[in-house]
């Protein structure tokens, strides 16, 4: 079954973090919160990829998630709006860890969606080959 995060299959040097994008979209039709909880998986592992590649960041003092995302350097690399949807994977894949129940699939469609635009603002800045690919909600 084909998904949104194909693309990033495509380039091996993105291979950290590829399958785990493929794979949060897979779950989703089995469940809403570990479909939420792959989300931000994959967002950590993409994140941590990027610091390792872009060498205008510096790593903070701890590599958690939400200090990685915190740092000006990161934010001031994202465009307007995109620091909205990470914060967004990372609270929901966050309570979704810590109650299954409570994240519906509109919820974990909108993770999916902004996943999707994270790694595709990752791909337009560090791919070899960009080519944009809009999200499809085929699973609705």
Request: with cysteine; aromatic share 14%; glycine share 2%.
């Amino acid at each position: 079954m084909p998904t949104n995060f194909d693309f990033l299959t495509k380039e091996k040097q993105f291979e950290p973090f590829a399958e785990a994008a493929v794979s949060a979209e897979k779950v989703f039709l089995i469940s809403a919160s570990l479909c939420a909880t792959a989300c931000r998986t994959a967002l950590e592992f993409a994140v941590k990829w990027v610091y390792s590649v872009d060498s205008s960041l510096k790593m903070p003092y701890d590599d958690k998630l939400a200090s990685l995302i915190a740092t000006d350097e990161f934010r001031s690399l994202l465009p307007e709006g995109l620091i909205q949807k990470v914060n967004y994977l990372r609270y929901l894949g966050n309570n979704a860890t810590h109650n299954q129940k409570s994240v519906t699939r509109d919820q974990a469609v909108l993770a999916l969606q902004n996943l999707h635009s994270f790694l595709d603002f990752v791909a337009y800045c560090y791919g070899t080959s960009y080519t944009e690919t809009p999200f499809e909600p085929r699973y609705l």
